[in-house]
């Protein structure tokens, strides 16, 4: 009998692994937080109307209390904090295979002002939040959703201190038109896009695992049969 439900526990867990071991399951500070160090060749405008120059950053999502996004910029050796923004869920169709840093075009002779920051392998991204005097010259010049806050909400210095009051503020988009509207109606997530198993794919993982099945349940009932017997 012992080595009978030895058999079937071994069987058991044979299976089991067969389902639930997930390869590539990475632990760490980096997966929550995000952090990503970025080169920048360009000078590029960041929410608040700062301009950060051509130069490598650090980008990492502040850990905080509030059910919204807070963004992070920090320089190369994480000593210096130049921005603390705050940022909506964004969306895209396909996940890249690198980091990705969206901009949007200003005014000629201006620099670039961020956009979206996507992470690799990722479809979910960050998308920056301006003030809503900024918001309404981006939305008209790429003809595109800009989200925004009040203008009195955007924090004038980069401590983390000040981030409560901008996690607090009402938030809106607004339309090329100018008109506001709700940041759920502008920005929408793409449809869930479900693959069809291809006709091609072999049954053969589920002949094994009912044959291993019928095996264990031939095996048991023979070990059953002969304790009887005995």
Same mark, same amino acid.
């Given at each position: 009998?012992?080595r009978?439900?030895?058999?079937?526990?071994? =069987?058991?867990?044979?299976?089991?692994?067969?389902?639930?071991?997930?390869?590539?399951?990475?632990?760490g500070?980096?997966v929550?937080?995000?952090?990503t160090?970025?080169a920048?060749?360009? /000078?590029?405008?960041? /929410?608040?109307?700062? !301009?950060?120059?051509?130069g !490598?950053?650090?980008?990492k999502?502040?850990? @905080?209390?509030?059910?919204r996004e807070v #963004?992070?910029?920090?320089?190369?050796?994480?000593n210096t904090?130049?921005a603390? #923004?705050?940022?909506?869920?964004?969306?895209?169709?396909?996940?890249?295979? !690198?980091?990705?840093?969206?901009?949007?075009?200003?005014?000629?002779? @201006?620099p670039?002002?961020?956009?979206a920051?996507?992470?690799p392998?990722?479809?979910?991204?960050h +998308?920056?939040?301006?003030?809503? &005097?900024?918001? #309404?010259?981006?939305?008209?010049? &790429?003809?595109?959703?800009? /989200?925004?806050?009040?203008?009195?909400?955007?924090?004038?210095?980069?401590?983390?201190a000040?981030t409560? !009051?901008?996690?607090?503020a /009402?938030?809106?988009?607004? +339309?090329?038109?100018?008109?506001?509207?709700e940041v759920a109606?502008?920005?929408?997530p793409p449809?869930?896009? &479900?693959?069809?198993?291809?006709?091609?794919? @072999?049954?053969?993982?589920?002949i094994? =695992?009912?044959?291993?099945?019928?095996l264990?349940?031939?095996?048991?009932?023979?070990?059953?049969a002969?304790?009887r017997?005995?």
């Amino acid at each position: 009998m012992k080595r009978f439900k030895m058999t079937i526990g071994i =069987l058991a867990t044979f299976i089991v692994a067969m389902f639930f071991v997930a390869p590539g399951l990475k632990a760490g500070n980096d997966v929550w937080n995000k952090k990503t160090t970025v080169a920048f060749t360009q /000078p590029f405008e960041v /929410p608040g109307g700062q !301009t950060l120059p051509a130069g !490598t950053y650090v980008f990492k999502l502040l850990d @905080s209390p509030f059910d919204r996004e807070v #963004v992070q910029i920090f320089s190369a050796d994480q000593n210096t904090l130049y921005a603390t #923004v705050l940022a909506i869920p964004d969306y895209r169709l396909k996940a890249g295979e !690198t980091t990705v840093m969206q901009f949007q075009e200003t005014t000629p002779g @201006s620099p670039t002002a961020l956009k979206a920051w996507f992470h690799p392998g990722e479809r979910g991204g960050h +998308e920056f939040v301006y003030p809503h &005097t900024k918001a #309404v010259q981006l939305a008209k010049a &790429t003809n595109e959703a800009v /989200p925004y806050m009040p203008n009195e909400f955007i924090p004038e210095i980069t401590e983390p201190a000040t981030t409560p !009051t901008m996690e607090k503020a /009402p938030l809106k988009a607004v +339309e090329p038109s100018g008109q506001d509207v709700e940041v759920a109606e502008a920005f929408q997530p793409p449809p869930v896009q &479900t693959a069809a198993l291809p006709h091609t794919a @072999s049954p053969l993982p589920l002949i094994g =695992l009912m044959g291993l099945l019928s095996l264990a349940l031939g095996f048991g009932a023979r070990e059953v049969a002969k304790q009887r017997a005995e």
